[in-house]
């Protein structure tokens, strides 16, 4: 259907079908769909926030914690009310007047600068199940931090906690990911072959060897960190590393399955850093719920090592999906319409992935990435293999490495950074440090639908959810709905660094048996997940999808 609103523009007669909600059946339908390979729209929100946006997690009052590093010198938005921090540690400004991390306001684009003392450079982190977000690790005297964020009501000033040595090791380039039992996970890191929790318990209060990344550590150049892990539905973990993966159960320490290698052999993490997504999990009251990753683009064998001599290898254009439950799991590959590294999957309220971000060449790594790649991609899980991409509308900026996006309340994708700098650089480099906020608006916001688009009208955004239960949504859609038609999906709102966005996950809930409650009003009713390991509590963004791909603007539910 993306394409259908394309054609929206560019053909007056088909427009009044789509209104009608009878596209489907029209002739006109199919041949337009052909012609169209771009969608969705770009704007700039903020020229400036004072930072690039390394890091960036949304909370469950839309506002966004945006951060950067402390070891570059100054930033371009000063602290609050005067304020600077003294650090004798810092490598580059020991009394720095200036913020490292800020929170964006969605709903009023506007943001403040916040406090962080310790260095939070390429940290990793999660949100908790109250909604307070856990950043952990990151550099010199911040690689044992644990530093808390509360989302906090407009009007209140609320800012960074840190906790020294809230990790026993040291944590640079880790993953985390949210466990059903409301702890988190912290894997791997820079010289770390091991994973440990936050918060610990007396039986968790320990670390945790995990061999599988001494084996996949490259010696030269690890291609290693930041792993792509994904909660199974049957609560063991999926680490994929370097090339290959295996599935964890974390609380024994015992590696239950390994995955073949990727076919082509090549790395797809850090530096030669591609992307990953759990695909949306479907049927979930199912006997056997299907899961599967889809891990795409990187760089080469070898692409680091040339970028450093000043060659910048062509970035990977594959993708490889994998069905991780299946008895015998194999990796299917496709080829992408463009090659990139450095890109960010997100999962749509939709299903569909959008692949944002990155380069055509080089590698991860101050200065080792080249031609940025400017359009965003979209693949659609559910076509048939060889029609699943479609290639959107280009940006203008170029979002290299230290680049980042995460999908928003409303629907965007919000979009920052960029800095392949030592240091913050202006003028006289290719890619200047970039401190600007875009949104991505995919093509399901573009003004020509707005008529099909849902709208939630109960239960109120911040309700209280349990596992297992009926939940009736209502809804309205102006125009006339095939009941047929319609999904409820739930996601979870990722953290995301790095081109990995920690925690994502997309549940399909279903949306049968809608009824007609009323004028252009609708109700259906959808079982939650019935377990914490489909879906760990916290917050989640509720959408109703009508039309296969037009979802309303999310509502926050707490699942608990
Ligand atoms: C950031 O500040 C520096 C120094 O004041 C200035 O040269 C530069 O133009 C600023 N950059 C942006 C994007 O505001
Ligand atoms: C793809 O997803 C849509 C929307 O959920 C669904 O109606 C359709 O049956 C799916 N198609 C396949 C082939 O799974
Ligand atoms: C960035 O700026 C710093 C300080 O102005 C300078 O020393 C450095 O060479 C610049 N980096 C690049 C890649 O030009
Ligand atoms: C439905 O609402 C529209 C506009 O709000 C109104 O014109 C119409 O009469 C209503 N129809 C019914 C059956 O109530």
Not at 295 to 317: E, I, R, T
Not at 394 to 407: D, E, F, G, V
Not at 451 to 465: C, N, V
Request: include cysteine.
């Amino acid at each position: 259907m993306t394409r259908t609103h394309l054609m929206i523009h560019s053909s007056p007669p088909c427009h009044r079908l789509v209104l009608l909600l009878v596209l489907l059946l029209h002739p006109c339908h199919r041949k337009l769909a052909e012609a169209a390979t771009t969608g969705g729209q770009w704007a700039l929100l903020q020229s400036s926030i004072g930072i690039a946006s390394m890091h960036m997690q949304l909370l469950n009052n839309d506002k966004v914690v945006i951060y950067d590093r402390t070891d570059f010198g100054p930033s371009n938005i000063s602290l609050a009310s005067g304020k600077c921090r003294y650090d004798p540690q810092e490598q580059v400004l020991k009394v720095d007047c200036t913020a490292h991390s800020v929170e964006y306001d969605v709903a009023t684009n506007s943001f403040r600068p916040l406090t962080v003392l310790t260095d939070v450079w390429c940290s990793s982190g999660s949100l908790m199940p109250d909604g307070t977000f856990v950043q952990t690790g990151g550099f010199n005297d911040g690689d044992h931090v644990v530093r808390l964020y509360k989302p906090c009501s407009s009007g209140s000033n609320c800012d960074w906690q840190e906790i020294n040595n809230g990790l026993i090791q040291r944590r640079w380039y880790a993953t985390n990911h949210i466990l059903p039992d409301s702890s988190q996970i912290i894997i791997g890191g820079r010289r770390q072959f091991n994973y440990e929790f936050y918060p610990k318990t007396a039986a968790t209060n320990q670390v945790f060897n995990l061999r599988f990344l001494v084996q996949t550590n490259d010696p030269v150049v690890e291609n290693n960190l930041y792993p792509f892990v994904f909660l199974n539905v049957d609560g063991n973990l999926f680490i994929f590393a370097n090339n290959r993966a295996i599935l964890l159960n974390y609380k024994k320490n015992i590696v239950v399955k390994n995955y073949p290698q990727l076919p082509d052999g090549n790395p797809r993490c850090y530096p030669s850093t591609g992307s990953a997504v759990l695909l949306p999990l479907r049927n979930l009251q199912g006997p056997a719920i299907q899961a599967e990753v889809l891990v795409c683009g990187g760089a080469p064998k070898g692409a680091y090592a040339s970028a450093q001599k000043g060659d910048f290898m062509g970035a990977l254009n594959t993708c490889g999906r994998i069905s991780i439950n299946d008895p015998n799991p194999q990796w299917v590959m496709e080829t992408m319409p463009l090659a990139r590294v450095m890109g960010d999957m997100l999962l749509l309220p939709n299903g569909h992935v959008l692949m944002i971000n990155g380069a055509s060449a080089g590698t991860a790594g101050w200065e080792y990435g080249r031609n940025p790649v400017l359009s965003p991609v979209i693949y659609q899980p559910n076509k048939t293999i060889g029609s699943r991409f479609e290639v959107q509308n280009p940006s203008t900026i170029p979002r290299m490495y230290h680049s980042s996006a995460i999908l928003l309340r409303d629907g965007r994708v919000l979009v920052g950074g960029s800095n392949p700098h030592m240091l913050y650089n202006f003028t006289g480099v290719l890619y200047p440090t970039e401190l600007s906020l875009e949104a991505f608006s995919p093509s399901y916001l573009d003004p020509g639908v707005a008529g099909l688009r849902p709208r939630i009208i109960s239960p109120a955004s911040q309700s209280q959810i349990g596992y297992g239960q009926q939940l009736v949504i209502r809804f309205s859609v102006s125009g006339q709905l095939k009941g047929n038609l319609v999904t409820v999906t739930m996601a979870a709102p990722s953290f995301n660094t790095h081109s990995f966005s920690m925690n994502q996950r997309l549940l399909v809930l279903g949306g049968d048996n809608v009824k007609i409650a009323g004028n252009s009003t609708y109700q259906t009713a959808v079982l939650t997940p019935s377990t914490s390991s489909l879906a760990p509590p916290g917050f989640y963004l509720l959408f109703v999808v009508v039309h296969q791909d037009i979802p309303s603007q999310g509502i926050w539910v707490h699942l608990q």
